[in-house]
Antibody, heavy 120, light 111 residues
Framework: EVQLVESGGGLVQPGRSLRLSCVAS????????MHWVRQSPTKGLEWVSG????????AYADSVKGRFTISRDNAKNLLYLEMNSLRVEDTALYYC??????????????WGQGTRVPVS | QSALTQPASVSGSPGQSITISCTGT?????????VSWYQQHLGRAPKFIIF???HRPAGISNRFSGSKSGNTASLTISGLQTGDEAFYYC???????????FGTGTQVTVL
């Protein structure tokens, strides 16, 4: 069974940094692109960033470009999101999401339970 | 980036069919066949139910079907069941800087 378990969330002040992690199991991690998607009552679902299977192709939403960095460690089945210069509007539940394919296609076929990041 | 537009709520009786619309532009829905749909029960993570406009992932009931016309995609749920009560979100690839955009979400109520 596919499992995606996020960690690293928590209350953080504006301007500070936080690193989210996601450990994957139940599938061949390096056969799939991965994403971070966030959800908040004010903005709904918002795609944040995606990374292909070998980290050669990475993309970010404009709202986080230059502040957030996505990365992965295929040897450890881990996905990361380094978040710097956090803003109040980054407050959300952050989901680790598996892509159906090795390249970033936006077919978000499995989601973790999310980790909360309140910025205040 | 602008979200795709969905009706806030749709309701139907058990056994009926309902359709949820998702309206975008020629830069997203109208320009590409990369529309997906997700079901989210309260307090749970979204679940992948339709991809590439019309395709169902393995294990998804054939009561769920997708279509597209112009800049609007649609999700139809036939034979409505109480377990279908949830929020439904569309998403699409976008040629704008957003890359992937989601809909505003539709709450489905079974009367």
């Amino acid at each position: 069974e596919v499992q995606l378990v996020e960690s690293g969330g928590g209350l953080v002040q504006p301007g500070r940094s936080l690193r989210l992690s996601c450990v994957a199991s139940g599938f061949t991690f390096d056969d799939h692109a991965m994403h971070w998607v966030r959800q908040s009552p004010t903005k709904g679902l918002e795609w944040v960033s995606g990374i292909n299977w070998n980290s050669e192709s990475i993309a970010y939403a404009d709202s986080v470009k230059g502040r957030f960095t996505i990365s992965r460690d295929n040897a450890k089945n881990l996905l990361y999101l380094e978040m710097n210069s956090l803003r109040v509007e980054d407050t959300a539940l952050y989901y680790c999401v598996k892509d159906k394919d090795a390249w970033v296609t936006g077919r978000f076929d499995k989601w973790g339970q999310g980790t909360r990041v309140p910025v205040s | 980036q602008s979200a795709l537009t969905q009706p806030a709520s749709v309701s139907g009786s058990p056994g009926q069919s309902i359709t949820i619309s998702c309206t975008g532009t020629s830069s997203d829905i109208g320009g590409f066949d990369h529309v997906s749909w997700y079901q989210q029960h309260l307090g749970r993570a979204p679940k992948f139910i339709i991809f590439d406009v019309t395709h169902r992932p393995a294990g998804i009931s054939n009561r769920f079907s997708g279509s597209k016309s112009g800049n609007t995609a649609s999700l139809t749920i036939s034979g409505l069941q109480t377990g279908d009560e949830a929020f439904y979100y569309c998403s699409s690839y976008s040629s704008t800087s957003a890359l992937y955009v989601f809909g505003t979400g539709t709450q489905v109520t079974v009367l």
